[in-house]
C-alpha cells in the first residue's frame, strides 16, 4: 500500500472520501453504482468508461459524474481517481488491470477475476509487483446473511464443518456476451460456480486447501457450445467437502441458497425466493419486481433491498475501510486466483470425467492438514455412536466396543 | 425550514454532512447510532447526553463522539449540533423537544412521540410555531420490505385495501423503565402499537381519515400495572380496517409480521423470526443471536442484518435527505400525533368495551370518503360474484340478478 | 346408544363395517365420500339422497352407491343405514335431523350445525331426547397438525393459553346457495367463523365458558347481503380470548392458519397455502391443483393430500370408531349448538357495535372461573418481570419490589 | 398371480380383508403395523415373528395379533396369511423371500431389497419363478407430496425433466444393526441412498435407464466402518441426472426434501422439517415430537401425521389394492433390483473415483435413448435463447444466429 490516501477534516470529522473510475456501464456496473453512491455515503464516482458513448453518457448523467469517456486508460488515468472498479465482460478484465498498475492505481474487479486461472495469476502477479490495491468483488460473501452465519461457524457453533452447499440458478443472464464463449470464457460454472466456491471456501476455510474437484457438466437446453447446468464437488485437504449447484435452466427466479453441515449444527440460508415477503396479485399494476423474477402475476417473492441482501453494500464498505485503513480488504485478487483454480480444475473433470487435481502454483494457507478423527470416546472401552430418545421416553446410547468392534445398546435414565 | 443548512465542496463533491446531538444512551441510542454512522456514511454524532455520566462517557468513547455531557441542554445547545435525536424514555420526549423549539434545533423524536395525543399536540404545535424541521422516527415504515410492499399497493397490485394488519409481539422490553406506568405512560398499546397503526395507515392511506377504534387489552401475564396484551381494529373513513395485535407475552423471540388484503392481492411480510435464515446448534458457541431471541440453542432464526431490516438505515437516509433538501421527512410529529390519538381511542375502548372515536383536532388529510361500492357490474342484468373452477376443469360464474337479487351459476367454456 | 349396533366376525376378524345414507352430492358430499370411502376402508355409502336425480344417480355411480333417492325420508329409512350423514344446504339441516329421530336413526351434520342457535338447539335437544348418535363434522379439529398441537397444549407444553387465532380465508365459497341469505342463514361469520371458534374453543379448553364477543363485519366486495369479511373476539371466562378472522374476499388461494400462544409457548400452523411444497410452472399442464387455488401458472401451493389435511379422514374415523364403541364422539350436536351460540353474538356485536354476552341456556362446562394470577414469585421481596440477554453476553433480571412497586434491574451472572 | 384371493360378501359389501404375516417387531415393524391396522381398515396382521420372544409377544399384545412365534418359517406357513411383511435387517431379506417362495405366499419387503445387486437378483428371480405377488415397500413415492408432484410432472407442467435430487439426512439410524456393516451391507448411502435414488428415477421416468453414477462417500463422523455422508450423481440415457445427498452426521432432525428441475417448471418438496407446523416451547411437556428429532425446547417442527407424510398408508393401499386386483403393485422387487443396482455403482464409484457404470442384467424400459435437443427455433435465422425484462419495464429477446453462431440481442414492445 505504497500510495498515501486522502484524508481530510471536514466540518471537524476526519473524512476520508473514496472517488472511484467505474469502467463499465452494463447493469452491473449499474447495481455498483447504486451502492457506492446509495444510503448516505461519502463516496462518489468520478469518472465512467464505457464502450459506447450513449452508454457512458447515459451513465454519467443518471449518477452526476463528471467525467465520461470511451478510452479506458483515460478513465483510469484521471488524476481525481482513487480506485477503479472493473465491471467490464471477463475477457476485458486483464487489460484493465495492467493499465491500473501502470499508473499505480487501486483496483477491484467484479468476479471472476479471470476466464481461467492463468489470466487470473497474471493479474494477481501484476497488482502485486505494482504494490496496489486489489480488491476482488465477490459480493455473495459479503452478504447479511453470510457475514453472520459465518460469524457463528467461526464462534464454533457448527463444531466442525463437514459440508458447505451453495446454490445459485436462474433463467440465464441478461446480457448478451455472457452467452458468448469467447467473451465470457465458459458458462454457468464460471459465471455462477465462481460465487459458489467462494462460500463454500469461506465456511470450510480459506487456509484449507481445495485439493480436488469432480464436476458433471451439461448442456441441456440453450442453443449455446457454453455449459448451462453443472452440479460440483470441491475436496478440501482436511476432508471437509464443498458443493456447488449452478443452471441456466432453472424456472421460477432466482434460486439462490447456502447450506453448511457442521458435526454441532446446520446453517440453511436462503437468499432471494424466500425471506419472508409473499405477495399475491391478480394482475393489475404489473411492474418490475426483482432480479430474475419470471411473472408478474400470481405470487410474487420480491426481495426488500437487493443491493443489501445481495451483498453490494457491505462489500464496498469493506472495499473503502480497507483503502483507508491501509489494509487488505477481506477479498482480494489472490482469492480470485484461487477461485479460478478451483473452476479451471472442475472444467476438466467435466470432460476427463475423473476427479482433478487442484493447480495452486501459488498457496498461501496452511499445507499438510489430515482429516479429523471420527472416534469419540464414551468411556474407556467405547467410543460414542449416538443417543436416542424412543417413542416410550426412555433414553438409550448405541455405544462401539473399543476392542471387538462390536455395536451395542444400553439404556439410560430417562431425562424428561 | 428556516434555517439554512451547511452545503460544503469537498474533494470537488458538494458534501452535507449531518451532525448529530443524541440524547440517550440506551438499547434505542445505540441502535440509533450503529445506523447513523454505519456503512460508509459521512454524518456524524457530535454530542452525547445521557442521565448517567458513566453511560455517557462510555457511548462517546464507543462512537467516538467528541463531546458528552449530563446536561440536555448542553447537547442541545451545542453550536456544532445541526439536529437533535431523541432516544429517552417517553416521560421526556417533550421536555426535550421544547428545549429545541428554543435553540431553533432541527429534531427527530423516537417512538411513541408522546405519552398521549395531549402532548403529541403540544409538542407538534411547539415545533411549527419554532419553524423547526421535525421527524418521527417510526422506523417500521422504513423497513427494505415495507417499502417495496408499499410501492406495490401504491401501484395498485392489490387493487382497493381492505384490511391491513400488523402484529409485534416479543417477551417483553429490555429496559426497567418501560414496565413503569409513569415513565412509559403505558404497556405494550403504546410501545408496540404506535408501530402497528401507523403501518396499517400507511397502507390503507395516509390521507384516508382513521375514525374510531375497538380494543381489547389484558394483563395477563406481567405483575404490572399496564397492559401486556392487546388487540385492536381501527377504522377508516373508507371502510378499510387496520388492525394491531401487540403483546409482551410472547414466547419465542420477537415477532414482526404484517399482512394486507386487497381487492386484487395479498401481502404478506414476516420482518424477523423466518426471514430465510435458519441455524441449528447443539450448543457450542453461544452468542448472542439477535434481538429478543429466546434460546441459544437447537433451531434459532437470526437476521442477517437488523439495522437495515428494522429500517433504521432507511429512516436516517429519509430524514437527513430530507433536512439537505429542505423537505419534510416522510415522517413527521403530525403522524406522531395521529398515531398517539389512535392510540388513546385504542385506550378508551380498552375499558368503555366499545368503539370509541378517534379525537383529531388536527386532520391534514380527506374529509367525508364514503365506503366503495360492492358492486361489480357483469352484464345488463347482473352483478358479478365469482368465478369458479371445478374439479373437472370447468368455468363456471356465480352471478347475481340486479332485478330479483336472486344468485344464480352459469357454466363458462373450459379455458384449459 | 340404545341401538345394538351389528358386529361381524368375518374371516376371523371382528369387523364392524359402518353403512352410510349421506344425503346431498355436491361439493362437501363428494369430500366426504372420497374420505368414508378412501384408503383401505371397511365403511361404505349405501344409500344417496339429492333433490336432483341427475346428481343422485351421478353419485351412485360414481361411489358404486346401491341406493338413490329424491326423497330425504326414503333414504334415511333405509333399513341398510347406521348412520346418517347431512351434506345439504344449511337451511335443510333441521329438517333432515328430525327425520333421523324419526327413524332413531344415527346422525352426522357438516358444520354449521343450525343457521343460528336457535335451531341448533332444537336439533340438540331432539336427538338427544330420541337418544340417537351425534356426531358435529367439524373437520378442522381433525387435521392432523391441529391432533398434535392440540396433544401439545394439553400435555403442558404452552403452559397457561393466552390467546388462540383462527383463520380462514378464501376468495368466496363454490355453490350459489351459499350467497343467498335465506338459505346460508349468513355470510362468511357463519361459513368459516364456525371452524375458527371451536379451533379456538378447543385449544382454551372446551370446559371454559365463551363469555361476551366482539365483533367487526362487513361487506366489502360482494354484491350481497351477507357479510364478506369480519373479525372477532371472543373473550373466555378464564380471560384466555379466541379470535377469528374469516373473509370470503382474500385473493391467493385458501389462507387456513392458526396461532396460539401460552404463558412458556407458542403454536404457529399453516394448513393449506404454506405446507413445504412449491411448484412452479410456466403454465404447461394447467391441471386442478387444489380447493380454491386461483391460478395455474407461476407459484403454485399444492396440499398432497387433502382429505388428510383437512381433516376428514381423523373426523370420521373418531365417528365410527365411537359408533362402534358406543361412546360420544369428540364432537356433538352440544359443540354444535355451543358454537352456533358465540356466532349468534358476533352477529349481534357487528350491529350492536358492542361486547355481546354468549346466551349459553345449555352449559355443561365449567362455571364461575376466575382469570389466573399475573404475579410470578422470584424471592420474598420481588416478583419476576423478566430475564434478559443483553449485547454483551451477560444476563439481568428485571424485578418488581412487592412492597413498593418500583421496577428494578439486577445483573446475574453470564451463564454461556 | 396365480393364486386366487378370498373375497367375501359381508353386509351386502364386497369385502377384501387382507391377512398379513409380520417378520419383525422393531421399530419399522411397528410403523408398518400403524399404518396397516389405521384409520378404518379392514385388513389385519394375524401373525408376527420376532427373533425375540418378548418382543413378540409384546407386538403381539400391542396390536392384537393372533399369533405369534420366534420362528419365521411358522409365520410364513401360516394358513391364515395372505401376505408376507418382511421388516428385517437387510441380511435377513433373503432368507425370508426364499420361505415366501416355498410356501408360495405374496410378499412385500422393506427397503433396501439387498445388501447389494446380486442379492436383489436372486430375491427377483426367486418370486418371478414362483410367481408370487412381490412388493417393494419404497414409502417416499408415496408421499401424498411426492404422488401430487409426480402427477404434476406426468401431466408436463415441468416440461422435459432436468435435474431430480433428493435429499434424507438426520443424526443417524436408531438400531444397533444399522451400524454393523455385515447385518446392514452399507452405511447411509445404502440406508438412505435407496429412497434417494427411486425418486429421482421416478421423476425422471421409471422407463428412462440409469447409466453411469459418480459418488463421494466418507465416514466424516461416526466410529464406524461404514460411510456416514455420501453425495452421489446418477446419469441417465436421455442426459437427465439424479442427484442423491445422504448423511447420518445431519443436526437439527431429518431432513428430508427433494428438487425437481424441469425446462418448464421446478418443484420443491419439504417432507418433514419444514411442512407448516412451528411449535416454541420453553421446556416444560417434554413429550416425544416428532422420529429423529434432536430437542424438545426452543422451536421445534412437528408433522401432523408422520405415517401419511412418510408414505406409508398410501404405499400399503397400492399394495393391497393390487393384490385384490391382482395386478402388480406401483413398486415391485424389479424396482428394488434397479436401485440395489444404482447404488452397487455408486460404492464402486466412492472407491475408483471415476464415473461407474450401471451394471443392469435385467432391464425392462427403453434403450437406446438420447439426449433431447437444446436447441428452440425462433425464426428462420435464429434460435431463441432467454426472453428478458428489463428495470426499464421494456423486454428484449436474446437470439442466436444459426448461421454465424452469433448471440444478438433484440427489443420488444413492452408488453406491460
Known amino acids: 500500500m505504497p500510495r498515501k490516501l486522502r484524508h481530510h477534516l471536514f466540518n471537524n470529522k476526519l473524512l476520508f472520501m473514496v472517488k472511484i473510475a467505474m469502467l463499465g456501464s452494463g447493469f452491473i456496473g449499474r447495481f455498483y453504482a447504486d451502492s457506492i453512491q446509495g444510503y448516505r455515503s461519502q463516496d462518489k464516482i468520478v469518472s465512467i468508461y464505457s464502450r459506447r458513448e450513449e452508454s457512458a453518457k447515459k451513465f454519467a448523467e443518471d449518477y452526476k459524474v463528471a467525467h465520461w469517456t470511451v478510452n479506458m486508460e483515460e478513465a483510469i488515468a484521471n488524476k481525481e481517481v482513487d480506485i477503479v472498479c472493473i465491471s467490464l465482460p471477463n475477457n476485458l478484465h486483464e487489460a484493465a488491470v495492467m493499465l491500473c498498475c501502470k499508473y499505480k492505481k487501486a483496483v477491484m474487479s467484479t468476479k471472476p477475476l479471470g476466464r481461467n486461472a492463468a489470466e487470473a495469476r497474471r493479474m494477481l502477479k501484476a497488482v502485486e509487483a505494482a504494490s496496489i490495491f486489489n480488491g476482488y468483488l465477490e459480493d455473495l460473501v459479503y452478504t447479511p446473511k453470510f457475514l453472520k452465519a459465518h460469524q457463528s461457524v467461526k464462534s464454533g457453533a457448527l463444531g466442525r464443518i463437514l459440508w458447505a452447499k451453495s446454490r445459485e440458478a436462474h433463467p440465464g443472464p441478461h446480457s448478451e456476451w455472457f452467452w458468448d464463449l ?15 466456491v467462494e462460500i463454500g ?10 485439493i480436488e474437484v469432480m464436476c458433471w457438466a451439461d448442456t441441456q437446453v440453450k442453443p449455446i457450445e457454453a455449459e448451462d447446468h453443472a452440479i460440483g464437488l470441491v475436496k478440501y485437504e482436511n476432508g471437509a467437502i464443498g458443493q456447488f449447484e449452478v443452471s441456466w435452466t432453472f424456472r421460477g427466479g432466482l434460486d439462490l441458497r447456502d447450506e453448511v453441515m457442521g458435526s454441532e449444527g446446520t446453517i440453511w440460508i436462503n437468499n432471494f425466493l424466500r425471506t419472508g415477503f409473499d405477495l399475491f396479485t391478480t394482475g393489475k399494476g404489473a411492474d418490475y419486481v426483482a432480479e430474475k423474477a419470471e411473472t408478474n402475476t400470481g405470487w410474487q417473492f420480491p426481495v426488500g433491498d437487493e443491493l443489501n441482501e445481495l451483498g453490494y453494500n457491505h462489500m464496498f464498505m469493506d472495499m473503502f475501510d480497507a483503502l483507508e485503513a491501509g489494509r487488505q480488504p477481506k477479498e482480494t485478487f489472490y ?3 484461487v477461485v479460478n483454480s478451483v473452476l479451471d480444475a472442475a ?3 467435466a470432460k476427463s470425467k475423473i476427479w482433478e487435481p487442484v493447480r495452486l502454483d501459488i498457496w498461501r494457507g496452511e499445507e499438510g492438514l489430515k482429516k479429523d478423527s471420527n472416534f469419540t ?7 460414542f455412536v449416538k443417543e436416542e430418545t424412543t417413542h416410550y421416553g426412555t433414553k438409550k446410547l448405541i455405544l462401539k466396543n473399543k476392542a471387538s468392534g462390536k455395536i451395542i445398546e444400553k439404556l439410560i435414565e430417562d431425562a424428561g
Chains 1, 2, 3, 4 share one sequence.
Not at 469467447?182 to 459458489?196: N, R, S, T, W, Y
Not at 471456501?201 to 481445495?210: D, T, V
Not at 470416546?377 to 467410543?383: G, I, L, S
Request: proline share 3%; net charge negative; hydrophobic share 15%.
Open 182 to 196: 469467447e467473451q465470457a470464457g465458459g458458462g454457468c460454472i464460471l459465471d455462477l460456480g465462481c460465487h459458489c
Open 201 to 210: 471456501r469461506s465456511y470450510i476455510g480459506k487456509n484449507i486447501k481445495p
Open 335 to 337: 482469492d480470485g486466483y
Open 347 to 349: 472444467y476438466r473433470s
Open 377 to 383: 470416546e464414551y468411556d474407556d472401552e467405547h467410543y
